[in-house]
């Protein structure tokens, strides 16, 4: 049980744009920012989103990020087969005191 | 370039410790803000962390975790060491180091799968 709660899988067509939502509490994203990992297919993850909305230089513009209270979301739009992949929301836990992630959600690209 | 690589043994006994090392290179572990931390993900499962080490040697563990684990860092070797006590089945999985500076993991190794069994 992940301290971040993710759906487990989401879908979309090319084109299309989707939205992920990353739940948590106010001891993780309701006092620290959110960051957003993309896994590939038997490939480490990359960090995609950083400070709830910014992304690391290479990211394209279609990934965004948003947070609100003790929710956070990442949007792609203009879907490509490419983005098919596990994404990952994490945060910093004060209570915890280290990072959390969320269970992660399966993106399929019909 | 940042880069790591994560090392250590494949397959481990149950009851045995794990050690694994990650060297990495582009950046040092003595500026300010730096750390690296080590995260796995069981087949087919979610991320966890595990621990974090800063550049000022502050060390943060994964609460259930935290009595069988330690992290060390050798500045001048470019290293940081992960020791796992008491290893279980249940801790097969890919263990990645990664680079962290002030917030997220920016970069990662490539992954180690370690298994458990006897």
């Known amino acids: 049980q992940s301290v971040l709660t993710q759906p487990p899988s989401a879908s979309g067509t090319p084109g299309q744009r989707v939205t992920i939502s990353c739940s948590g509490s106010s001891s993780n994203i309701g006092s620290n920012t959110v960051n957003w990992y993309q896994q590939l297919p038997g490939t480490a993850p990359k960090f995609l989103i950083y400070?709830?909305?910014q992304r690391p230089s290479g990211v394209p513009d279609r990934f965004s990020g948003s947070r609100s209270g003790t929710s956070a979301s990442l949007a792609i739009s203009g879907l490509q087969s490419e983005d098919e992949a596990d994404y990952y929301c994490?945060?910093?836990?004060?209570?915890?005191?280290?990072?959390?992630f969320g269970g992660g959600t399966k993106l399929t690209v019909l | 370039q940042i880069t790591l690589k994560e090392s250590g043994p494949t397959l481990v006994k149950p009851t045995q410790t794990l050690t694994l090392t990650c060297t990495f290179s582009g950046f040092s572990l003595s500026t300010s803000g730096v750390g690296v931390g080590w995260i796995r993900q069981p087949p087919g499962k979610a991320l966890e962390w595990l621990a974090l080490?800063?550049?000022?040697?502050?060390?943060r563990y994964s609460p259930s975790l935290k009595s069988r684990l330690t992290i060390t860092k050798d500045t001048s070797k470019n290293q940081v060491v992960l020791t796992m006590t008491n290893m279980d089945p249940v801790d097969t999985a890919t263990y990645y180091c990664?680079?962290?500076?002030?917030?997220?993991?920016?970069?990662w190794g490539q992954g180690a799968l370690v298994t458990v069994s006897s």
């Open positions: 080490i800063y550049w000022d040697d502050d060390k």
């Open positions: 400070s709830n909305n």
């Open positions: 990664a680079y962290r500076h002030w917030e997220g993991f920016d970069y």
């Open positions: 994490a945060a910093w836990d004060d209570s915890l005191n280290g990072p959390v």
